[in-house]
């Protein structure tokens, strides 16, 4: 089997409740979202999706992403795309970095492995850990009363896993967080969510003031270092995030920053391949784990599903499905959560079937008389 041509599609993906905001102005209806379908020369078809969540989340944008897989494509035609190794020496031979462009095509190298070998990707990283997982939802930063408002509204169908956004004010911020935790079920599992977005001295105010809730607070500032500093004034326990890259990043995210957890975006590490090496590594380091990507719909949340269901329910804090938090479906609004939770496709590969009918024409094609 070689990669015969690669195609890349454009869609939005609309926010389901309105506007998603998080810290330091960072606000959107709506995203750009990034396909990638590899053919191959036996007829197959493999699909990856890359959703940059903006421009200022990461240093990534949909613009980026989409020329990142233009600048790789002519390297991967005429290649085994199951085999993963020699994929990847391929992209990082053209490109550093652009882990967001890699990850869409990993993840379609993946569906097509799965669909060659006749098995579902989770069994192909280290088989099913867990039938169904917990999900969680994330909470635009608003008002604390509006904040509160939709953990009440979210609970109603059966989320009780909630990622609640603050960043900005740590008055304000401690204040959201009381409203929620008042809000929500005792049982219920809550993140403070910074996004990187408090300066060092906000955040040691921000820990300050929400001593003794209940919650977990997440990369409070964008650099781990100064993340560790504030660890060391806290009594609660710390996630990491964004500034974990690679598994030096999360060795230092443990032992210099004293976290207990980190989230690994798929986007952020490269795709499945980079997310099951930081899983394994996760679990091995005694660690919980939230495994979710950046944003995207109907393929990204099968991507995800099939390396959360791997992972330890010991170790797994809870996973995202983006496609129930998008009003888009070009999968059949497949995988599908119910009451909160969770589980991996069974059929072949990513387990889904993508309706190129709903995407119109590729942004381009790359192929061998190119």
């Known amino acids: 089997m070689k990669i015969a041509a690669i195609e890349v599609y454009g869609y939005d993906l609309t926010y389901a409740h309105g506007e998603y905001v998080m810290s330091g102005g960072r606000a959107a209806q709506s995203q750009a979202s990034t396909l990638v379908r590899l053919v191959t020369d036996t007829g197959e078809e493999g699909w990856g999706e890359s959703c940059t969540l903006g421009g200022t989340y990461l240093p990534a944008f949909a613009g980026g992403t989409r020329e990142s897989v233009r600048a790789m494509a002519p390297a991967l035609i005429g290649l085994d795309p199951t085999n993963l190794a020699l994929i990847h020496q391929q992209m990082n031979a053209v490109l550093l970095g652009q882990e967001s462009a890699k990850s869409a095509i990993d993840i379609a190298c993946w569906d097509l492995l799965g669909k060659t070998a006749g098995l579902p990707i989770a069994r192909l990283i280290g088989g ?66 910074a996004n990187g977005g408090w300066n060092l001295q906000a955040a040691v105010v921000a820990v300050r003031e929400m001593a003794g809730l209940d919650i977990i607070v997440e990369q409070p500032c964008r650099d781990t270092a100064d993340c560790a500093l504030v660890q060391r004034m806290s009594s609660l326990p710390l996630s990491m995030d964004e500034s974990v890259i690679n598994a ?37 380091l005694g660690m919980t784990i939230v495994i979710e990507d950046v944003w995207g719909g109907d393929v990204t949340s099968a991507a995800v599903a099939h390396v959360a269901a791997g992972t330890h329910p010991a170790a797994l804090l809870h996973a995202s499905f983006f496609n129930d938090w998008t009003k888009e479906h070009i999968a059949g609004y497949q995988p599908r959560s119910e009451r909160g939770r969770g589980r991996a496709p069974q059929a072949p590969g990513l387990g889904i079937n993508v309706d190129r009918a709903l995407l119109g024409q590729p942004l381009f094609r790359v192929d061998s008389h190119e």
Do not use: H, W
């Open 128 to 193: 099913i850990a867990q039938p169904d997982f917990p999900l969680y939802e994330a909470v635009p930063l608003s008002s604390p009363e509006a904040m509160a408002e939709f953990v009440r509204l979210r609970q109603r169908e059966g989320i009780n896993r909630f990622q609640l956004k603050v960043g900005n004010d740590p008055y304000e911020d401690a204040e959201r967080t009381r409203r929620v935790v008042e809000a929500c079920d005792k049982d219920a599992v809550i993140v403070a969510d």
């Open 248 to 284: 030096a990043a999360l060795y230092r995210a443990k032992y210099d920053a004293g976290a207990v957890s980190v989230n690994i975006k798929l986007a952020r590490v490269g795709g499945i391949t980079g997310a099951v090496r930081m899983r394994d590594l996760a679990q091995d």
